[in-house]
């Protein structure tokens, strides 16, 4: 509401002569790209980092990844572990048991030899934890219950993944067949899996209990007219514990917003990380290399489950399909711009088709025909 | 008993300097003659011819008097009290044999003994070196004095006290309005005692008894001075005549002298007639902005009015207005400043040296007095400019006893609207009014009643969606009671209201209305005692009850299905008791020393979170709830605030003034936002937020050149500041239930060098001012999340190292008179993006250090054109035509530099609201 009342101004500002131009501002020296660290080291499985290197602002690609870079896992007072890079800017270590009582750190040669060290941090070990969901009036919670022991690490973070199947906007029964052949569907596209993965930084923490349980933490929180929720939905939620100082980290990291720089935005703050650059301390390196390990849970919830809530489509905004003759309808459908829907008859006969967007009709422009494999 | 003395002959205006032997008994020469019904003149001219004697007199009060007396080998102050004591009139003759007749009392022709020795006990030694036949009168009830020349005798001749001092107390106002004349000097020369006028117009000044010229001298009046008898104890009431040639003249004046010799150091002065000539964008005077041409004072960008005085943040300002406090002085966000100009009267700026009067803000005190309205005569003014018309009436009710003065102020800018070709704009509002009324009674000489009365409003309407609105509305009443001539107080109520709310009314399911709300209702006593020359005491005690609606979002008719979002209310109170002593040690040497001490309760009725201890305050380590009862003490906060200063005056136009000031402030603005905003809010201290204190040194060297024509001064500080109000990364401020998890205990400090040169006379006039001053920041907490920057010292957000400021008028002629401003800053710190980067599979943004980089230098030049219709002093209305251009040189200073998200790119922008040279036209009239 507020941004609402600053576009207004800047509405009246800009009848006042006013006038907006691009700005670059000068920065300090970047001559190079600075390193990211994505990943954490894991203590009970298999680590996988992923290095990048930042990007100007007004670059559109993706980032470019470090290849050809050596990572070793560093344990404090005892042995390294390599790590080996499996597709290009991804390093992955064997299967690895490491002593949760031990300290330990990554260290990274990159390609053009610069050294990079994180700081040794104590490994947490991430306890089992419970996975619910409970029907609220206004849509479901999912829940996590976990119990660790008051001495091991108070602080976690969450990361999900959610799949749900859906289906489009319209039933396509018919299909284009080049040359200029329009037959029934063999390959059904309405209904579709699809996966999100949010980017959403999920922490909580039990410091200010005497007791090292969360009950009831709420991970996510689905509105009971969510398409997500129309068939069936599965999350996988994935739990680590983490050190008091990872956990500000991602606290600091979620709470620098998209929004930036503006003389209205919250004041956003630096944030690096817990890397140096041997060769050089001075240059940034960004991430946060912790030692933990992760937990896993997935659950399901089936539609049948559900009270009956009204749903969302997500193809609210598709059009009632028009209709083509069949003299119009191959070079309509050649072109790919439309697909079929149905059949339009007098009497018995085909005289021509309904038709809509693929963007209404086509699943597979928003998620998968392939059936996840954990999908039950 | 020879003494040099000199004096102003009355009555015809002679300028003597004389060196007198006492007594007349070396005046041999003898009179002889036989004078049957001659006329008076007649009978002078023989003496005259006869012997050396020169005779002075007023011709008509003496041409219907015929002297019968026969005399024969007389000396001639035996002829002359013959001639003279039946018909009343008294006679003085001096050293240089001339003759002096008044009416009544003779002419005091030496000076009280102890003139020279002032403050040194010890009678008057009377000189009654002439026949004095008055009989005293009885004490009139007050002299109203208008003219120069006539010998106004104050208190009772008889009743004369023996310590050889008396009190002359009274007001100063303006012979055509009746209008008191604020911080005008009042003074004698030999020896200097003197004195400034209050917001009342009252003066009071303790003078040995005897002769006086007392002078007067006052911005926007013309110079001027009184003959005085001082006797005893008396009032003086002295009407001054109004400059008449600076009706919108462009000048600056102010007390000559005060520079050096006043008490106050870190005070800016501005009267009306000054804040008229400064150049502004609409072509409407606007005193926020000429003070933000001041030095120490800056502001983050031309469209923001909240000003950041000596590295002081926008809510650590007091603004009154006739007392009461403003909370959002600006119209349009800041396009306008809320106080219509034709109402105001003075603008008093306190950067350092704060009085003790004054309290519960860190960095100054912002006085603004609007006039009392003409006592004598209906009258009016107004303008007509591109944005905006205002008008004012002003007339008395009962003449000379109680005026009134009211003024309304709007704009056309929602008709402006209505005319664009663009149909968002074309339904879209925006719209702001003010109005003030103002009425003074005078119940009798000691007692007078102000009462004040404010409104504004501002409303804007986006499309047919978002509908925004705020109001400041104030009410002040002010009874001044004159218990003596020494002793005088005021006894002030005041209530101010701040409210804004936003309206949403796009979709019916999510209508809504925010609201936010302020008021304040406080009482004060003040009290002024003169109680000798050495010492005038201050004191008083106030107190304040603050209830704040934090805020609430309710649903906007019966299809929202917005659920009602309400914060409970807060309310706090803030007593003080104050004294201040501005003791003259010597000439020289002036201290004021003074202590207030405030405290300050929050009282419930509240829940307050407890949050674990050792971890950063948010939602996940509350741990409980206390509840509160209504008026239940929820913390209480309390410290005295010294204040002192000393003036050392070196020569007669140096001096050097230093000061220490502490302040402690209970009430902050929560704005993440670097101006001000009217979406702000004000939050009170609790358990969490502890109130601000601040501590002032300044130090400063003032020379007045050319016979006090040009005035320089050199100020420089040092400040420090603890528990001010900084945010954590990505507060959130608004409908908050715990504000405590989003905001943080900052400390600051600040310093600065401020160079002014002014001339104040001539034809070329104007001031130039240079500042270099840096303020920063440290938030330094246990806890490494809440930290800034590493717990580092980085720039505020209105940290602008160097500010030049240039204010140069030129008058061509009394009719038309042209002004030129310049001002150039440093660029406002910013906190940049440098980069981007995936985590997590998501883009993240890399900053800069907190403020880390800046904006671009701010520079921008004005130019103004004043005509003036004729002088006469006595026409139907005055008018004049304001020209005036905005941002001469088109450059494109940024107001704003943001960043967009676009296509996976991040592109920075620069918004700059003045970008062209913008003209306006203002029609003013005064009738």
Do not use: I
């Given at each position: 509401m507020i941004r609402k009342v600053y576009l207004f101004l800047f509405i009246i500002l800009s009848f006042l002569n006013s006038c907006v131009e691009p700005f670059s501002p000068e920065v300090k020296s970047h001559t190079s790209s600075f390193l990211v660290v994505d990943g954490f080291i894991n203590i009970s499985g298999v680590t996988t980092i992923k290095l990048s290197r930042t990007q100007n602002l007004g670059e559109n690609m993706k980032p470019s990844v470090e290849n050809r870079a050596q990572l070793q896992i560093k344990e404090e007072s005892g042995s390294n572990h390599n790590l080996t890079e499996i597709a290009p800017g991804t390093y992955q270590s064997a299967l690895l048991n490491l002593n949760p009582g031990k300290r330990y750190q990554l260290h990274i040669r990159t390609d053009n030899g610069s050294e990079y060290l994180s700081l040794l941090t104590s490994a947490s070990t991430t306890p089992d934890f419970e996975l619910s969901s409970r029907i609220q009036n206004d849509g479901l919670q999912i829940l996590v219950n976990t119990n660790d022991n008051?001495?091991?690490?108070r602080y976690y973070r969450w990361q999900y993944e959610e799949t749900y199947e859906f289906s489009s906007g319209y039933y396509s029964g018919y299909e284009y067949k080049a040359p200029g052949k329009i037959e029934a569907r063999q390959n059904d596209i309405y209904y579709c899996w699809r996966t999100e993965v949010p980017t959403f930084i999920k922490i909580g923490n039990t410091s200010g209990l005497n007791q090292n349980i969360l009950s009831n933490q709420s991970i996510v929180f689905l509105p009971k007219?969510?398409?997500?929720?129309r068939y069936k939905y599965s999350i996988l939620v994935k739990q680590y514990s983490l050190s008091k100082e990872e956990y500000q980290y991602w606290e600091i990291l979620s709470k620098n917003t998209e929004q930036i720089g503006t003389l209205f935005d919250p004041l956003p703050s630096q944030l690096t990380g817990n890397i140096q650059c041997l060769n050089n301390p001075a240059e940034p390196v960004l991430g946060f290399v912790g030692a933990t390990s992760e937990k896993q849970k997935r659950i399901f919830v089936d539609k049948k489950d559900l009270p009956v809530w009204p749903y969302k489509t997500g193809y609210e905004s598709c059009a009632i399909p028009d209709t083509v003759g069949l003299g119009d309808a191959v070079p309509l459908f050649a072109n790919g711009g439309s697909l079929p829907v149905g059949g339009v008859y007098r009497g018995p006969a085909l005289v021509g088709y309904t038709y809509s967007t693929p963007d209404c009709v086509d699943c597979r422009l928003r998620g998968t025909k392939v059936r996840p494999s954990f999908w039950q | 008993m020879v003494f040099f003395y000199r004096t102003l002959l009355i009555a015809l205006g002679s300028f003597l300097v004389l060196l007198p032997v006492l007594g007349q008994q070396n005046n041999t020469k003898l009179i002889t003659g036989d004078f049957q019904n001659v006329k008076f003149e007649q009978f002078v001219r023989e003496i005259e011819a006869n012997s050396t004697y020169r005779f002075y007199y007023d011709p008509a009060l003496m041409d219907t008097i015929k002297v019968n007396l026969q005399v024969q080998g007389k000396p001639l102050p035996v002829v002359l009290e013959q001639a003279l004591k039946p018909i009343n009139f008294t006679f003085a003759i001096d050293q240089e044999n001339q003759v002096y007749i008044t009416k009544g009392r003779a002419i005091e022709l030496n000076l009280p003994a102890n003139f020279f020795t002032p403050g040194q006990a010890g009678a008057v030694i009377a000189q009654n070196n002439v026949i004095n036949t008055n009989t005293a009168e009885p004490e009139r009830p007050r002299t109203r004095s208008t003219s120069e020349l006539k010998l106004y005798e104050i208190g009772n001749s008889r009743s004369a006290n023996g310590s050889g001092k008396a009190t002359i107390a009274g007001h100063l106002r303006d012979i055509k309005s009746g209008e008191a004349v604020i911080g005008a000097s009042i003074y004698i020369e030999a020896p200097l005692i003197g004195g400034t006028s209050d917001q009342f117009g009252y003066y009071s000044l303790t003078l040995p008894v005897g002769r006086h010229e007392v002078k007067i001298k006052g911005v926007g009046i013309k110079n001027t001075r009184r003959q005085i008898m001082l006797h005893s104890d008396g009032k003086l009431e002295i009407e001054v005549e109004e400059d008449i040639t600076n009706l919108k003249e462009v000048v600056i004046e102010a007390e000559k002298d005060k520079n050096v010799?006043?008490?106050?150091?870190g005070l800016e002065k501005l009267d009306i007639k000054t804040l008229k000539q400064v150049p502004t964008a609409f072509g409407e005077t606007d005193i926020l902005r000429v003070i933000l041409t001041l030095p120490g004072v800056k502001s983050v960008g031309e469209g923001s009015t909240g000003m950041n005085v000596r590295g002081g943040a926008t809510d650590q300002n007091l603004i009154l207005f006739n007392d009461a406090t403003i909370y959002n002085p600006s119209h349009l966000f800041g396009f306008?400043?809320?106080?219509?100009?034709?109402?105001?009267?003075t603008v008093e700026l306190y950067k350092s040296a704060i009085p003790a009067k004054y309290g519960g803000r860190l960095s100054s005190v912002l006085e603004i007095s609007t006039r009392d309205g003409n006592k004598k005569q209906f009258a009016g003014s107004g303008g007509i400019g591109l944005l905006t018309s205002r008008l004012t009436l002003e007339g008395p009710i009962v003449k000379d006893k109680t005026s009134f003065i009211i003024g309304g102020r709007t704009t056309y800018s929602d008709w402006i609207l209505k005319q664009l070709p663009n149909s968002t704009l074309r339904q879209s509002e925006a719209s702001f009014y003010d109005v003030n009324a103002h009425i003074t009674h005078e119940i009798n000489d000691k007692n007078t009643i102000y009462a004040t009365g404010y409104q504004s409003q501002d409303k804007f309407k986006l499309g047919t969606d978002t509908a925004f609105q705020y109001m400041n509305r104030n009410a002040s009443l002010k009874w001044k009671h004159i218990f003596n001539n020494k002793l005088y107080g005021v006894l002030t109520g005041a209530h101010s209201i701040f409210n804004y709310n936003i309206t949403s009314d796009k979709h019916e399911s999510t209508a809504s209305k925010l609201t936010y709300g302020i008021n304040q209702s406080n009482v004060q006593a003040d009290f002024n005692f003169f109680l000798n020359p050495t010492h005038t005491i201050d004191f008083g005690a106030s107190t304040i009850l603050y209830q704040v609606s934090p805020g609430s979002q309710t649903p906007l008719g019966s299809k929202s299905l917005i659920a009602p979002n309400i914060l409970s209310n807060e309310k706090g109170q803030e007593s003080a008791l104050y004294i201040s002593d501005l003791i003259n040690i010597s000439p020289r040497i002036a201290v004021q020393l003074g202590v207030r001490y405030s405290m300050y309760k929050a009282l419930g009725p509240k829940d307050v979170f407890e949050y674990t201890s050792g971890l950063s305050r948010n939602e996940s380590s509350i741990i409980d709830t206390t509840h509160y009862k209504n008026g239940e003490v929820m913390a209480t906060y309390h410290g005295p605030e010294y204040r002192a200063s000393i003036k050392y005056i070196l020569t007669d136009n140096s001096s050097v003034k230093a000061s220490f000031n502490r302040m402690r402030q209970y009430i902050h603005m929560l704005s993440n936002t670097a101006s001000m905003s009217p979406t702000d809010i004000w939050k009170l201290s609790d358990r969490y937020i502890r109130p601000q204190i601040g501590d002032q040194y300044a130090i400063g060297y003032y020379r007045n050149l050319r016979s006090n024509t040009i005035e320089t001064s050199v100020e420089t500080y040092y400040k420090s500041m603890r528990d001010f109000v900084d945010y954590k990364n990505g507060a959130t401020l608004i409908l908050n239930h715990h504000i405590e998890t989003d905001v943080i205990n900052a400390e600051g400090k600040a310093y600065g060098v401020e160079l002014m040169v002014k001339k104040l006379t001539g034809k070329i006039n104007g001031w130039a001012s240079y500042t270099y001053s840096r303020t920063l920041v440290r938030v330094n907490t246990a806890l490494a999340s809440d930290m800034v920057n590493d717990g580092k010292y980085y720039p505020s957000n209105f940290d602008k190292p160097h500010d030049f400021t240039l204010i140069g008028n030129y008058r061509f002629s009394r009719r038309f008179s042209t002004s030129l401003n310049a001002t150039y800053s440093t660029g406002r710190p910013i906190t940049l993006p440098l980069a981007k980067y995936e985590i997590g599979g998501a883009q993240r943004v890399y900053y800069s250090q907190r403020n880390e980089y800046r904006v671009p230098d701010y520079f921008r030049m004005d130019f103004a054109m004043n005509i003036e219709g004729n002088h006469k002093v006595r026409k139907l209305s005055h008018s004049s035509w304001s020209l005036s251009v905005y941002n001469l040189t088109g450059r494109k200073n940024p107001y704003s530099v943001y960043f967009k998200t676009e296509n996976g790119k991040i592109n920075g922008y620069k918004l700059s609201i003045f970008g062209q040279p913008i003209p306006t036209v203002t029609y003013n009239f005064k009738f």
């Open positions: 008051p001495n091991s690490s007219n969510t398409e997500k929720l | 010799a006043g008490m106050q150091m306008f400043s809320a106080f219509n100009p034709d109402v105001l009267k």
